[in-house]
């Protein structure tokens, strides 16, 4: 995996306004990109938000795909690390809410941050920064990339189903699942196991389904936590059998 070149031009100045710069270029497409997602973001766009010739652009990027490293890698600068020294469950806990809150916030970066090639420094250091704490933490480094895969994939698959689902502002999904019903008027004969959950859980009031994203949370770092033991039993047994 080769690291992105960085481009360090000279600013391109306009009268009146701030320079623009490839740091701002990138906020600019992100905040192009959360407005109206990947499908809105040309570099058309981005020149007349920034009231710039698309020309200019250039100076800082060197093509879409340059831009998308850029924007992914801004993306994961966002994402909280762990600590050394922090309890490994409690941080990985928090690492796992912050990545979800930043891919909340970013809904278009879900299918694209693994995709890119060419990955930036605060990239690289989200991924090394984990893999140092594990380290720490008495992982072997094949299970820490275990760990990673798991927990990652959990993180990004909920965060992608949270911002796909019709939730309102307060993350409940009640409004749709009562619009389901209305549709489907024999629903609780044909489909008794739906509408208990329906009728039982999602209609309740306070229920969010964001909520479900601690419990998965737990299972996993519990799971996590036995498979880390085991892993640690069978090195001290090796490691007991070649002393021998």
């Known amino acids: 995996m080769s690291i992105a070149e960085e481009v360090r031009p000279a600013t391109v100045s306009v009268s009146g306004r701030a320079p623009v710069t ?7 497409a992100i905040a ?5 997602g ?19 652009l250039y100076y800082h990027v060197r093509n879409k795909g340059d831009l998308l490293d850029g924007m992914a890698d801004v993306v994961f600068g966002e994402m909280g690390r762990p600590s050394p020294g922090e309890e490994w469950k409690a941080a990985l806990a928090k690492r796992a809410a912050s990545t979800r ?3 909340v916030r970013h809904p278009w970066a879900i299918p694209i941050i693994d995709s890119r090639t060419t990955p930036g420094a605060a990239t ?4 090394e920064d984990a893999i140092a704490f594990l380290r720490e933490a008495g992982f072997s480094i094949a299970m820490a990339a275990h760990v990673l895969s798991v927990l990652d994939s959990y993180v990004r698959g909920f965060a992608m189903q949270e911002v796909s689902l019709p939730l309102d502002p307060g993350g409940s999904i009640e409004a749709a699942t009562e619009s389901i019903l209305e549709q489907q008027p024999m629903m609780s004969n044909a489909y008794p196991h739906l509408a208990e959950m329906a009728g039982a859980l999602i209609l309740q009031p306070g229920y969010a389904y964001g909520n479900e994203f601690s419990f998965g949370l737990g299972l996993i770092l519990d ?14 047994t090796q490691r ?5």
């Not at 799971?223 to 001290?236: I, M």
């Not at 007991?240 to 021998?244: N, P």
Request: proline share 0%; glycine share 6%; aromatic share 2%.
């Open 38 to 56: 990947l499908e809105s973001l040309s570099m058309r766009k981005l020149a007349a938000d920034l009231q710039i010739e698309a020309a200019s």
């Open 101 to 103: 809150e930043v891919l």
């Open 124 to 127: 690289l250091r989200y991924l």
């Open 22 to 28: 490839r740091d701002r270029i990138l906020q600019a």
């Open 240 to 244: 007991d059998s070649d002393a021998g």
């Open 223 to 236: 799971g996590l936590e036995s498979a880390r033991a085991s892993d640690r039993d069978v090195s001290a």
């Open 32 to 36: 192009l990109a959360d407005r109206g």
